[in-house]
């Protein structure tokens, strides 16, 4: 997560610029802002996939969904056939052209030269399609849900608890620094997931309001250039009440931890 890391630095530098007095290089306007993280381990937040047995079990059942969700994208044989052909490696599964976008992704964003037969590949077209398969799968059934996106709805929801009950008043926001994956699962979780793939730096802000003295709830999606702020399904605009959020969430909303991840350890997601 070093990127994830080094993007919270960033965004610090950015929202603590140095007073006057603080200055102390006229060339870099910047203080050290402290930046916290947590052992793989334990970052439970962001690493359910890879640590719960009660994600893994799922992952693999949702693996035999594959053949039905490629045929929404139609005949895939020949796009297999060819990114076989030029990488080497026998492509058979979304979870290959998710790995390969990012790999090509990174690689452009480094400003590297990519081989001309991904021209017809990268960055639009089916392999967009079908590594965003690869989304749907990582959260395919209501526990991948609460165990990716609903514990990130839950820390939110907590927050606002402490707000509204006279705890944390001071605080005006709390910051995370994650990765794509985690953006993905979120969305999913929402159902507000259209077949795309969150870029470097893709952001989910979760806003409460207040008017009235009723609370609402807002999700905005900040990637690339696009502002989107989405209407979650059971809310009537893009501003929903606090209670229908809630409850319209409620069942892909973390509850329990310990029940939906299971036996904690170290775990194949699939196979490669």
Known sequence: MTRAINTAHLVAAGLFPPSSSQIWNPDLPWIPIPVHSVPTEEDVMNFAMMSCENYSIDRKKAAQEVDRLLEVIGDV???????????????????????????????????????????????????????????????????????????????????????????????????????????????????VYKPHIPGYASTLIFELHESNNEYYVKVV??????????????????????????????????????IDCGRKGNFTIIDL
């Open 221 to 258: 999606y900040i990637n690339e250039n696009n502002h989107t702020e989405f209407v979650v399904p059971g809310c009537e605009s893009s501003v929903c009440s606090l209670e229908t959020f809630k409850r319209v969430l409620k069942n892909v909303t973390m509850q329990n931890f310990d």
């Open 77 to 191: 044989q020949d796009f297999f056939d060819y990114l076989s052909l030029n990488t080497g490696v026998n492509h058979t599964r979304p979870i290959q052209g998710w790995i390969l976008y990012h790999q090509l992704a990174a690689y452009a964003s480094l400003g590297l030269e990519l081989e001309p037969w991904t021209d017809k590949i990268f960055p639009d077209g089916k392999l967009v399609d079908i590594s965003a398969i690869e989304y749907i799968l990582q959260t395919y059934t209501d526990r991948m849900k609460r165990l990716m996106g609903g514990i990130w709805i839950k820390t939110f929801l907590d927050h606002v608890d402490d707000l509204l009950s006279g705890r944390n008043v001071e605080r005006k926001g709390f910051f995370y620094a994650s990765n794509e994956i985690q953006v993905g699962a979120i969305l999913n979780t929402l159902k």
